[in-house]
Nanobody, 128 residues
Framework: VQLQASGGGSVQAGDSLRLSCAAS????????VGWFRQAPGKEREFVAS????????YYADSVKGRFTISRDNTKNALYLQMNALKPEDTAVYYC??????????????????????WGQGTQVTVSS
């Protein structure tokens, strides 16, 4: 599955952004999908994941309560609503798809892991 993330930008602390990820292929609904991010000088890290039907979501502790992941299988789309943004949220955000569970995706070490789908990133910059 091919993925393309969009919706990044430069905002002030406390602002909101909504990231989107467009997927190609008819099998999108059969994949667990999620978001990862990589800040300058840091390793890639898990942000959020969502199950095939959208019924289960998992979040990194650093974004829990501020970010919401959702998907629309009719549109082959994944979203990440980011509220109350902080400067430490500054990173390139990537969407990913894999044939695993949403809970397992939250435990994947993304360094060197070959996802079934990995999109080009979108830059999010949060200034204080």
């Amino acid at each position: 599955v091919q993925l393309q993330a969009s919706g990044g930008g430069s905002v002030q602390a406390g602002d909101s952004l909504r990231l989107s990820c467009a997927a190609s292929g008819r099998t999108f609904s059969s994949y667990v999908v999620g978001w990862f991010r990589q800040a300058p000088g840091k390793e890639r890290e898990f942000v959020a994941s969502i199950s095939w039907t959208g019924g289960s979501q998992y979040y990194a502790d650093s974004v829990k309560g501020r970010f919401t992941i959702s998907r629309d299988n009719t549109k082959n789309a994944l979203y990440l609503q980011m509220n109350a943004l902080k400067p430490e949220d500054t990173a390139v955000y990537y969407c990913a798809a894999d044939g695993t569970t949403a809970q397992a995706m939250a435990r994947i070490n993304p360094q060197g892991y070959e996802f079934d789908g990995w999109g080009q990133g979108t830059q999010v910059t949060v200034s204080s």
